[in-house]
């Protein structure tokens, strides 16, 4: 068993650009990622999850720091300001079997 430190950088925007930005984050470089729909309310009012237009979705990745700042700051630059979205990161401990 392999213990490993790592981040885990969480995304909670708007599900009309998930596959739009999905796309942009494997360019970037990401490698896997986990997508779920998601409600709740904010700045931005109340967000249902019955994936349509005004639908949220939560995309996790589980990456190194470097890579989690790159995106976040990706994100920061592209998305900010267009969208409704969230973005935090935590540290995680990875188990592995080698």
Not at 8 to 23: D, H, P, Q, V
Not at 41 to 61: A, H, L, M
């Amino acid at each position: 068993m392999i213990i490993s430190d790592e981040k885990i950088l969480t995304i909670i925007t708007e599900s009309l650009i998930e596959e739009k930005l999905i796309g942009e984050l494997k360019k970037i470089g990401i490698t896997g990622y986990t997508v779920e729909d998601v409600r709740g309310e904010g700045k931005k009012g109340f967000r249902g999850s019955d994936w349509d237009q005004t639908s949220n979705v939560r995309i996790q990745i589980v990456c190194d720091e470097e890579l989690a700042i790159k995106i976040s700051e990706y994100l920061r630059k592209n998305y900010f300001e267009k969208y409704a979205m969230f973005v935090f990161m935590f540290d995680a401990k990875v188990i592995s079997r080698k």
